[in-house]
């Protein structure tokens, strides 16, 4: 359960790590993220992207490709906007404030917009399934889901390297919302894409909180080409699948343990964190440590070879 003593600690801040250990910010790797360090590559972005406010005809676009991309159920509506972060601040807005269960460990940013909004922690009200989950990959089950709540948050953030695995059915029932990110599957982050997906009704009452043209143009035009390039997505499951594995293996022979994670960032268990967080950063490798276990170390894949070769120094 979250509780009102948690941080709200997050990936990223290596311009912290270059203040404490010095080199230039390029000079840094980032995997204190889960990010897809091979980002898709982004097409060109027509000039009215840049010049128009975005049309009807661009969000349709958009939500079609969507659509079809995470099979999302005829009777469920798609909303695109600026982030899913974005979406999980309105998301307390859609019940009158009680009991919100948030099993942890998980990353932070729903308890702090349910607090913000007056929720408490506790069971009954609503409850947030982020799946699979941040830090650990735990994966939730349709029936864990089922009982009557105000509202159910399923959190698919980084379920789309498993897209067999998706929950996105679910969004057809009362209270259900469904989150999709774009910016980590796809390495976009700096976009700013998110996607929530559920009944009409519901779909229509955060529409409004979020407001009238949300996603800019070079966004809906880029979000629209990624989704609907299922061939990228294929081979780059395949890979981080690859990526992930020799990741594990590299951290294993370092004498770290595998505790979970998805194929975009892995969890360790590695005894001291902050002490292997200070040896990764001296070779201007940034990781992340948690304010709940001084043993769980988190990180993302590096990308280019020179990357790899950085990070099998750090742990020689």
């Known amino acids: 359960m979250a509780g009102s003593e948690a941080k709200r600690d997050h990936g990223g801040g290596v311009d912290g790590a270059v203040a404490r250990y010095g080199g230039p910010r390029e000079g840094w790797i980032d995997l204190s993220t889960g990010i897809n360090p091979v980002a898709y590559p982004v097409p060109a972005v027509s000039d009215m992207a840049w010049t128009a406010l975005p049309d009807d005809g661009a969000f349709a676009a958009l939500e079609a490709a969507a659509r079809r991309f995470w099979a999302v159920p005829d009777t469920a509506a798609v909303l695109a906007a600026p982030g ?9 807005g859609l019940a009158p404030a009680g009991a919100v269960e948030i099993p942890v460990p998980t990353y932070n940013e729903h308890w702090a917009a349910f607090r913000a ?6 069971t009954g009200g609503a409850l947030v399934a982020v799946h699979p989950n941040n830090p ?3 994966i939730w089950t349709e029936a864990e889901l089922a009982g009557d709540r105000v509202l159910t948050v399923i959190d698919e953030s ?5 897209p067999e ?8 029932r009362p209270g259900v919302v469904v989150l ?3 910016g980590k599957f796809w390495g976009l982050a700096g976009l700013r894409l998110g996607f929530a997906i559920a009944r009409p009704e519901m779909i229509a009452r955060m529409a409004a909180m979020v407001g009238p043209w949300a996603v800019s143009g070079p966004a809906l035009e880029t979000g629209t080409a990624a989704l609907r390039d299922t061939a990228w997505a294929e081979a780059t499951r395949a890979r981080l699948a690859g990526d992930a594995g020799r990741l594990d293996a590299m951290m294993t022979r370092a004498g770290a343990a595998v505790v979970g994670g998805t194929t975009l960032f892995r969890l360790y268990d590695v005894g001291d964190a902050a002490g292997w967080q200070d040896r990764l950063a001296k070779h201007h490798v940034w990781s992340r440590i948690f304010p709940y276990s001084d043993r769980w170390l988190r990180l ?3 990308g280019p070879a020179a990357h790899w070769t950085r990070l099998q120094e750090a742990l020689a």
């Open 84 to 92: 899913a972060s974005a979406l999980i601040a309105r998301l307390p």
């Open 117 to 122: 909004a007056g929720w408490t922690a506790g």
């Open 136 to 138: 650990d990959g735990r």
């Open 158 to 162: 980084f379920c789309d390297v498993m």
């Open 165 to 172: 695995a998706s929950l996105i059915h679910l969004a057809t």
């Open 180 to 182: 999709k990110s774009f």
């Open 300 to 302: 993302g894949l590096p």
